[in-house]
């Protein structure tokens, strides 16, 4: 049965994808924030036809399907990664050593053979390589002890040394390895908002009183950091690039707590200079920008120069569409709460997202991450209905007829 992807009231064109700008007018570092990495950050891969599927739809490129992935993709909805946490409980041990890091990243790719492995770490692993210690504690979560929110705090911030990372540069040559060709392996980072919020909060907030409060009442402080954040994660990014990330995501999860003019002005202009900066070193290394709660945003992120944007679930994904215009890529958008649901409506479901999301430039992912408790065998049908999905083909080299979805 082919399924018109007008049902969606979406119309197709063969345009040239992601020529979109990466230049942001701003400069945002801090001239005593000058890094001095002991890496050479430079990137030297290109775009190849050999690319996996995933890299080939950040571009846009014809497809006979698309790529699918899960954010949370490991974690604790598997068995096999309840046992392990069992014999190593403490998190940042499991996401800090090498063997451990390899062992849980290729859990959910030997179960269910996703089109993207991402990497098992944390948006705060990097922060003690530039100054910033954390725990995690089993109910309060992320604690940062030390809290930056006076000028007297920026003084413990310094370039990143990325020798305390190696774990994570160990880790993606090893994923790069056990994957070959079959699957991009994924990086990722926190965006500077998001982090600042651990960061001058000292850990998990639902208010963001603080920090909203920063930005009237010391926002030189608050620049700073996000300044100095913003350098460390494009050092960062840049690293994980030449350990063999294909792709990079950037997490700005507490992004949708700001009001849209806040986001534009507190977020918007530090991953823009991120973005800047990793497209001059890594120019064919794909960014995805996912902000949870980004209805609002969706406009106001297209020129942050990424090349793809994740939806979440609450963004209808034909409305998402034309309000993105077919420039950028999209992510997403499946809710993660469907995966409890039968097996026939999770379909369905699938379905309608990737019909309204085109045939061009779309990754199939959820709206936010696997739940917990979420059934295994959910998430395996999840991946099977994504390898059944076909484009029909006569829409690849062509623009007098709509693309087809045939299921």
């Known amino acids: 049965m082919a399924t018109s992807i007008n049902s969606c009231g979406l119309g197709w064109k063969s345009s040239s994808l992601f020529a979109h700008s990466t230049s942001t007018g701003f400069n945002l570092i801090s001239p005593s924030f000058k890094p001095k990495p002991k890496f050479s950050l430079t990137c030297s891969a290109a775009s190849s036809s050999s690319d996996p599927l995933l890299v080939k739809a950040t571009r846009g490129d014809p497809a006979s399907r698309p790529p699918a992935w899960m954010m949370r993709q490991a974690g604790r909805y ?33 179960a269910f053979r996703p089109d993207g492995v991402i990497i098992f770490s944390d948006i705060l692993t990097p ?84 920090i909203k409060s920063m930005c009237h009442t010391a926002p030189d402080i608050l620049r700073t950091l996000l300044s100095h954040l913003s350098q460390a994660i494009a050092d960062y990014i840049v690293f994980q690039v030449e350990s063999g990330a294909h792709c990079i995501q950037i997490f ?70 034309r ?47 696997v739940l917990v408790g979420t059934p295994e065998e959910a998430v395996a049908h999840f991946f099977e209905v994504a390898r059944s999905l076909k484009f029909d083909t006569h829409f690849q080299n062509t623009t007098a007829n709509d693309p087809e979805l045939v299921i």
């Open 78 to 110: 598997m068995a096999v990664y309840r046992k392990l946490a069992e014999k190593h409980p403490s998190f940042r041990e499991r996401s800090e050593t090498t063997d451990l890091i390899v062992e849980i990243s290729l859990q959910p790719w030997k």
């Open 127 to 210: 922060l003690p390589a530039f100054g910033i210690e954390f725990d995690i504690e089993d109910v309060r979560g992320p604690v940062i002890q030390s809290p930056i929110r006076s000028e007297e705090g920026l003084k413990a911030l310094h370039s990143i040394d990325l020798d305390r990372l190696r774990f994570v540069g160990d880790s993606l040559k090893l994923l790069r390895q056990e994957v070959g060709g079959h699957a991009a392996v994924l990086g990722f980072v926190g965006a500077p908002w998001t982090l600042a919020t651990y960061i001058v909060e000292g850990g998990t907030t639902r208010a963001y009183t603080t």
């Open 252 to 321: 700005d999860s507490w992004g949708g707590q700001l009001p849209p003019s806040m986001w534009e002005s507190w977020s918007k202009p530090y991953i823009t200079e991120i973005v800047k900066v990793v497209k001059k070193k890594c120019p064919e290394t794909p960014i995805v920008l996912y902000i949870n709660g980004n209805g609002g945003l969706l406009e106001r992120m297209v020129d942050t120069g990424v090349d793809v944007i994740g939806l979440d679930w609450t963004v209808d994904m034909a409305d998402g569409r």
């Open 323 to 369: 309000r993105l215009g077919s420039g950028i890529g999209v992510q997403g958008n499946v809710d993660p709460a469907s995966l409890f649901s039968p097996l026939s409506s999770l379909t369905e479901e699938i379905q309608r997202v990737v019909k309204c999301a085109g045939p061009r430039g779309h990754i199939l992912n959820l709206g936010h991450g």
